[in-house]
């Protein structure tokens, strides 16, 4: 018997040592980037051992690293529920929900973290990412705040924090962090460019004209600091002087449509008729849509004495600017179908009430879709209410109740709603 027993002891710890040195391979194929064997390895390590935490851990570590989320889950799910208090297990999963568009999930697991430990790094970056990401700016802020505590080196967090005032329509605010940013690394390129730029949206035009002249010292082939201070320049009506630097942003490789659009109308403005000819054809080629666009093209070639140029241009101003007020009811149609297709349906219904206060008048296809967007958003009065309206329509025009037609599910819709107002009591 007593032979039998170390026989046992002695086959546990023979077992226990090889799973460990299998454990311990495991670390060393994960630290060496090589994910691929640690999941086929883990996989069948798993087969004899389905709960060992750190395999499970490790291998839907290894499917993350792959950016392969919905398979890590699985596993990092598994190491989670056996193991509900370790954060690694927790933040790992954390992790996975997040990037599996689980944000509420995601949200809980982080602030249990939080729970265990509130200064645990890897969860309050992510928590401020997945704040910031789902809108929650004001929140997303309190974290940045805490991780730049952490961290006081890093401008990074400092020019999050600003970029969150900014978001909360706060730009003066945002200026103290990016300056902030700015003082701790006064040779990174982005915090000058992120200051100089807000420095541009709040109207500070000689200040970001500053930021933009030392960060061309830092890095003259940086395109970005050039169009800042033409951007400046021309809002300052410092044409003469903002023609230069938009000609250097063009020679850096960038001859995107606005900086074309800028140099064609500061050269315009400026008499230079010759030289914009080219610009403000290249952005009337790019979009012929534009009246700024075809109105300039007709300045341009007035100023160059081509007459009959300068009519063409000029009759296609105004036949753009006759269609205009349609184009931007299609415009205005074309927004709300996009927010109701991200069910977003607060934002597409205002976009039929801001349709409404630009031109007055509603079609029949807007009332029903303003039911349809407070049925939705469980608004069922008003629902009815523009239901009706799609009813008085069909009646006083006297059209007939077609199968499948907004009209019959007008109808339906509304006999359903009142049958839910009744049993609601309201």
Excluded: W
Excluded at 210 to 215: A, D, H, Q, T, V
Excluded at 363 to 372: K, L, M
């Amino acid at each position: 018997m007593k032979y039998f027993i170390l026989f046992i002891i002695f086959i546990f710890t023979a077992s226990h040592s090889s799973l460990s040195q299998s454990i311990d391979k495991l670390n060393v194929l994960y630290n060496n980037a090589e994910y691929y064997n640690v999941i086929k390895t883990g996989k069948e390590l798993l087969k004899d051992n389905p709960e060992n935490l750190e395999i499970l851990f490790i291998t839907g570590l290894s499917y993350q690293m792959l950016n392969k989320f919905k398979e890590s889950e699985r596993y990092l799910k598994q190491a989670y529920q056996l193991d509900t208090s370790n954060i690694r297990y927790i933040n790992a999963y954390a992790y996975t929900t997040d990037k599996n568009k689980y944000y509420k999930k995601a949200l809980l697991l982080y602030h249990k973290v939080l729970d265990i430990d509130s200064l645990n790094f890897t969860a309050l970056n992510n928590l401020s990412k997945l704040l910031f990401l789902t809108n929650q700016y004001k929140d997303a802020l309190k974290i940045y705040k805490t991780l730049s505590k952490q961290d006081s080196l890093n401008s990074y967090y400092y020019r999050k924090i600003a970029y969150c005032y900014i978001k909360l329509n706060k730009a003066n605010k945002s200026i103290e962090y990016y300056e902030k940013a700015y003082n701790t690394d006064s040779f990174s390129i982005i915090n000058i460019k992120t200051l100089a730029s807000v420095l541009l949206k709040v109207t500070e035009y000689d200040k970001a004209i500053e930021f933009c002249n030392k960060g061309i010292l830092i890095d003259s082939a940086y395109s970005d600091f050039y169009k800042l201070k033409a951007d400046a320049l021309f809002k300052k009506n410092h044409l003469y002087r903002a023609v230069p630097e938009y000609k250097k942003v063009l020679q850096l490789g960038d001859s995107t449509y606005n900086i074309c659009k800028r140099l064609g109308t500061a050269l315009c403005d400026t008499k230079a008729y010759e030289d914009a000819l080219k610009y403000n054809l290249a952005v009337y080629n790019a979009d012929t849509t534009s009246y700024s666009n075809t109105s300039y093209l007709s300045r341009t070639y007035l100023g160059l004495g081509e007459s009959e140029k300068c009519i063409e241009f000029a009759n296609k101003t105004i036949k753009l600017l006759r269609f205009a007020k349609r184009i931007t009811h299609d415009i205005t149609d074309n927004k709300a179908i996009a927010y109701s297709q991200m069910n977003n349906y607060q934002e597409a219904l205002n976009m039929y009430y801001e349709k409404y206060k630009i031109y007055g008048t509603r079609y029949v296809n807007d009332y029903y879709n303003i039911a349809v967007l407070n049925d939705k958003l469980d608004n069922k009065k008003k629902a009815i209410e523009f239901y009706e309206k799609v009813i008085e329509f069909k009646n006083k025009h006297s059209i007939p109740n077609i199968k499948n037609s907004i009209y019959e599910y007008a109808e339906h819709r509304i006999n359903k709603l009142r049958e839910d107002l009744f049993f609601e009591g309201n």
